[in-house]
Each structure stands twice: as structure tokens, then as C-alpha cells.
């Protein structure tokens, strides 16, 4: 009768003891080296998949910490803009560190912002009136929404045409009161797969730090 290997294997599995018991067997089986060649004890297999497996272990290790460092760079970002938001004197210094913050330390140059329905009568180019469509699309914004194509794009004036990605970020306390637009000429700076969990942080920094001036 032929048995099957996967009957040696549930039997091996089960009785661990076997290998106790006929020790000497170990050094007698040779198996295949694993990238091919000679025949290898199955003892020195074991060592070479451990060596595979630290390996794969390292790379994960090495990925894992380079994860963790960029994240760190980026808390720190958001830190020094959380600052200059706060330390902002009025509403025309919060948008000069809010727009050069985020030039310099996000390397987002092209950045636009709208605002509407607050109880304020300034001539700055953020209290622009903007279409209601693309007001109603703002309230729909639970998260930041990435995409290639901007309703909007008019707002980076003469940068507009050679825009390729976008990130919009709803600006809210009890309701949405403005939109948030950055842009990138690299179409794979912003899209909709990446993650969005900054982005709605600095979302929530701005709206509160705006809301001091919006009344």
C-alpha cells in the first residue's frame, strides 16, 4: 500500500517523539538544497530556512522602523504648523503660516483656500464666492477627498493648467464653513488610495484656528 505524504507528515506531526527515538536517522536523510545543487542533511535545511526566515524577519524589522521614522518626521511637521497656527496674531498672519508652513514643510506650493458663510467683511481672495455645487460638495466631505480633476482648479490662477492631483479638505466646527485645496503637478502626489489620516488633521487644525477669526 502507498502512503501518501501527507500521512507521513500527520504522523510525524503527531508522534513528535519519533525523531527522539531514532535520532541517528536525522544525519542519515539527505533532501534537496533549496535554490538547487547537491543534496543537503535535513539539519542543515533547518538552519538555512531559520537563516530565510531572519532574514525576512530583518527586512520587516528595517521596513517597520522606516514606517515609524516617517511618521515621526511627519507628527513633527504638524507640530511646528499647530504652532504657527496658534502663535497667528490675526487672519492675515494664520493664512501667511498656514500657506508657508505647508510650502516648506509639506513642499506643497500650490495651495488655495475658500471660506463662506461667516459673519465677516474682508477683501481677501479666500471670502471669494464659489459655486453652490462645489459648496454642497464640500459639506459632503467627511474625510479629505484626493482625485486628478478639480472643480476649483480656477483658484492656483495661472498654475491651474499644469495641476495633475489634488487634495480637498473640508473645514468645519458645527457645519462646513470652507474648503481646503492642495495640489501638486505630480499626478501621483495625491490619489484617492493613500491615506488621508494628516490630512484630516490638518483639516481640524485650521478650522479650529480659523474659527477664532470667523465670527
Same mark, same amino acid.
Given at each position: 500500500?502507498?502512503?501518501?505524504?501527507?500521512? #507521513?507528515?500527520?504522523?510525524?506531526?503527531?508522534?513528535?517523539?519519533?525523531?527522539?527515538?531514532?535520532?541517528?536517522?536525522?544525519?542519515?536523510?539527505?533532501?534537496?538544497?533549496?535554490?538547487? &545543487?547537491?543534496?543537503?542533511?535535513?539539519?542543515?535545511?533547518?538552519?538555512?530556512?531559520?537563516? /530565510?526566515?531572519? !532574514?525576512?524577519? /530583518?527586512?520587516?524589522?528595517? /521596513?517597520?522602523?522606516?514606517? &515609524?521614522?516617517?511618521?515621526?518626521?511627519?507628527?513633527?511637521?504638524? !507640530?511646528?504648523?499647530?504652532?504657527?497656527?496658534?502663535?497667528?496674531?490675526?487672519?492675515?498672519?494664520?493664512? !501667511?503660516?498656514?500657506?508657508?508652513?505647508?510650502?516648506? $514643510?509639506?513642499?506643497? *506650493?500650490?495651495?488655495?483656500?475658500?471660506?463662506?458663510?461667516?459673519?465677516?467683511?474682508?477683501?481677501?481672495?479666500?471670502?471669494?464666492?464659489?459655486?453652490?455645487?462645489?459648496?454642497?460638495?464640500?459639506?459632503?466631505?467627511?474625510? *479629505?477627498?484626493?482625485?486628478?480633476?478639480?472643480? &476649483?482648479?480656477?483658484?492656483?490662477?495661472? $498654475?491651474?493648467?499644469?495641476?495633475?492631483?489634488?487634495?480637498? #479638505?473640508?473645514?468645519?466646527?458645527?457645519? #462646513?464653513? &470652507?474648503?481646503?485645496?492642495?495640489?501638486?503637478?505630480?499626478?501621483?502626489?495625491?490619489? *484617492?488610495?493613500?491615506?488621508?489620516?494628516?490630512?484630516?488633521?490638518?483639516? /481640524?487644525?485650521?478650522?479650529?484656528?480659523?474659527?477664532?477669526?470667523?465670527?
Amino acid at each position: 500500500m502507498k502512503i501518501r505524504a501527507a500521512e #507521513v507528515a500527520a504522523f510525524l506531526e503527531a508522534h513528535p517523539e519519533f525523531f527522539e527515538e531514532y535520532a541517528d536517522l536525522l544525519a542519515d536523510i539527505y533532501i534537496p538544497h533549496p535554490h538547487g &545543487g547537491r543534496a543537503i542533511p535535513i539539519s542543515e535545511r533547518q538552519i538555512l530556512s531559520l537563516r /530565510e526566515r531572519n !532574514h525576512q524577519l /530583518e527586512a520587516k524589522l528595517r /521596513e517597520l522602523i522606516q514606517f &515609524g521614522e516617517e511618521n515621526d518626521a511627519i507628527g513633527e511637521r504638524i !507640530h511646528r504648523i499647530a504652532l504657527a497656527l496658534i502663535n497667528a496674531r490675526n487672519l492675515e498672519s494664520l493664512l !501667511h503660516s498656514l500657506y508657508f508652513n505647508l510650502r516648506e $514643510d509639506f513642499a506643497v *506650493p500650490h495651495v488655495a483656500l475658500r471660506l463662506w458663510g461667516v459673519n465677516i467683511n474682508r477683501q481677501l481672495p479666500e471670502f471669494t464666492a464659489i459655486s453652490e455645487k462645489l459648496r454642497l460638495f464640500s459639506e459632503t466631505l467627511a474625510n *479629505p477627498h484626493c482625485c486628478a480633476q478639480f472643480e &476649483g482648479a480656477s483658484w492656483f490662477g495661472e $498654475d491651474a493648467p499644469r495641476l495633475r492631483s489634488f487634495a480637498l #479638505v473640508a473645514l468645519r466646527s458645527e457645519r #462646513v464653513f &470652507g474648503l481646503l485645496a492642495l495640489a501638486s503637478e505630480d499626478a501621483k502626489r495625491f490619489f *484617492p488610495e493613500m491615506g488621508t489620516l494628516y490630512l484630516k488633521r490638518l483639516g /481640524e487644525l485650521t478650522s479650529a484656528s480659523l474659527m477664532r477669526y470667523l465670527v
